[in-house]
């Protein structure tokens, strides 16, 4: 079959049903804009939730009296650690800076000496920051002959995992519903506007035509249809990406891939769409 042909009766069905064609662009359009909202719903969830673990620290003390070698092999070990993302030392007069810079006491008035350990401040990958890891992670490095004592803030991380669980479970159904729900919109949007045309179908089976000769021009004006929802939800998306940085959250992410995700759902869509449609009007 000539591919030519095929596209120029595909974009003439488009002009033969101008307002059916503009209805579906529009359903597609809006059906694309809401997947892609909730596609940046999740994807924000998730930013959101590495750039929190990324603050919860590991507060290793050492023991007191270990020696500045040590400390370096010890340093290096943990650094070498593909769960760990950043280990920062904490020297005793650096402790007690913080300690008299965050209560505001200076505790050479009280005390002579320095009564303040030195530590670690370890940040995990968020990777690896579940409850469970963690408490891993923190039995090890317990055993370490330099190490005193390992802190962390337990029920904080326990709360954030526990909850982010449950926000991502409810976003991926919603997703999966949505996902659903739109499909069948469109289905049904494709499936009106064929079945305006379907004496056009039986007159060409009348005549002879081949079910691919027959289907092929309304599986270009699907993907057509798609392309054109796809270029509209991603003009949407942009617009509404914009005014939520403007307006509630300027740190609003936006995957490279939206775009090009949001085109290729909609010619898929539009694709199967009619290729479904088109069928019920076929014998086999």
């Not at 039995?139 to 326990?158: D, H, T």
Request: hydrophobic share 50%.
């Amino acid at each position: 079959m000539n591919i030519l042909f095929t596209l120029k009766e595909g974009m003439i069905n488009l002009k033969r049903a101008r307002l059916s064609a503009v209805v579906s662009i529009l359903s597609i359009s809006l059906a694309l804009s809401l997947i892609g909202i909730s596609l940046l719903a999740g994807e924000n969830l998730r930013d959101i939730f590495d750039r929190v673990y990324q603050q919860v620290e590991i507060e290793v003390f050492l023991q007191p009296g270990v020696n500045a070698g040590k400390i370096k092999q010890l340093r290096k070990k943990l650094a070498r650690d593909t769960r760990v993302t950043k280990v920062i030392y904490i020297s005793r007069e650096k402790a007690l800076e913080e300690f008299q810079k965050n209560f505001g006491e200076d505790l050479s008035t009280i005390i002579e000496e320095n009564p303040l350990p030195a530590s670690f401040r370890i940040i995990l990958d968020p990777a690896n920051a579940s409850p469970k890891l963690i408490e891993k992670f923190v039995a090890q490095i317990s055993q370490y002959p330099e190490v005193q004592e390992v802190l962390y803030q337990k029920e904080i991380i326990n709360f954030l995992h526990k909850y982010f669980r449950i926000a991502a479970i409810a976003a991926s159904l919603f997703a999966l519903l949505l996902f659903v729900v739109i499909t069948i919109l469109i289905f049904n949007t494709i499936r009106l506007t064929i079945h305006s045309r379907r004496d056009i179908i039986q007159i060409m089976r009348l005549v002879g035509a081949t079910n691919w000769f027959i289907k092929s021009p309304f599986l270009i004006e699907g993907m057509i249809q798609g392309i054109a929802g796809g270029i509209i939800a991603s003009g949407i998306l942009y617009l509404f990406t914009n005014l939520v940085r403007d307006i509630i959250f300027p740190r609003l992410l936006v995957p490279d891939y939206m775009n090009w995700f949001l085109l290729g759902i909609g010619i898929f869509l539009g694709w199967i769409g009619s290729y479904i449609s088109v069928n019920r009007y076929l014998d086999y």
